[in-house]
T-cell receptor, first 109, second 115 residues
Framework: DAKTTQPNSMESNEEEPVHLPCNHSTISGTDYIHWYRQLPSQGPEYVIHGLTSNVNNRMASLAIAEDRKSSTLILHRATLRDAAVYYCILSTGTYKYIFGTGTRLKVLA | DAGVIQSPRHEVTEMGQEVTLRCKPISGHNSLFWYRQTMMRGLELLIYFNNNVPIDDSGMPEDRFSAKMPNASFSTLKIQPSEPRDSAVYFC?????????????FGPGTRLTVL
């Protein structure tokens, strides 16, 4: 199964942009890239997903490298509520998510 | 919509006892997933149902674990007999339809402690 590599932790100041990187060098041509986050004591929640093109939604932006071997989740203005573990996931097959260890984001006031 | 509902939120039991975790998916969703989360292994998919039928149970750790989905609005995950190493947070998630781009909605989880 294709896997992802993320830094264990990152810090950001409140109100500043955050760039969370993810490497997925073994991605296949049909794998979607998903980002979920898990706030403390909650279940994971969807953030964004993409295939080849950059994507934007109300929560974040997803920048996908041209060769698709890496991607970056961008939070435009981090708030204290964005402190969470962020998972970069490749969907292999039609339903299976392989969760890695994720990046623990700490937002400093 | 209330989202995915799981019960109980916390369960403490003794080794050897039967444990039943319950899940109500979001109405209209036809895919349901059970995950387990531990510090050592992270989030793991245990079993996946589509239209109430188990499609992939390769993640179920042992025969002590079983899952059912008798109808579109209810699923159970049963552990019998339970062991201390089953202590974890168990999440149920549902999705509108099968597909690699379909968002999974997770419930709040059940924290299971087996003494």
């Amino acid at each position: 199964d294709a896997k992802t590599t993320q830094p264990n932790s990152m810090e950001s100041n409140e109100e500043e942009p955050v760039h969370l990187p993810c490497n997925h060098s073994t991605i296949s041509g049909t794998d979607y890239i998903h980002w979920y986050r898990q706030l403390p004591s909650q279940g994971p929640e969807y953030v964004i997903h993409g295939l080849t093109s950059n994507v934007n939604n109300r929560m974040a932006s997803l920048a996908i490298a041209e060769d698709r071997k890496s991607s970056t989740l961008i939070l435009h203005r981090a708030t204290l509520r964005d402190a969470a573990v962020y998972y970069c996931i490749l969907s292999t097959g039609t339903y299976k998510y392989i969760f890695g260890t994720g990046t623990r984001l700490k937002v400093l006031a | 919509d209330a989202g995915v509902i799981q019960s109980p939120r916390h369960e403490v039991t003794e080794m050897g006892q039967e444990v039943t975790l319950r899940c109500k998916p979001i109405s209209g969703h036809n895919s349901l997933f059970w995950y387990r989360q531990t510090m050592m292994r992270g989030l793991e998919l245990l079993i996946y149902f589509n239209n109430n039928v188990p499609i992939d149970d390769s993640g179920m750790p042992e025969d002590r674990f079983s899952a059912k989905m008798p109808n579109a609005s209810f699923s159970t995950l049963k552990i019998q007999p339970s062991e201390p190493r089953d202590s974890a947070v168990y999440f149920c998630a549902s999705s509108l339809k099968e597909g690699r781009y379909n968002e999974q909605f997770f419930g709040p989880g059940t924290r299971l402690t087996v003494l």
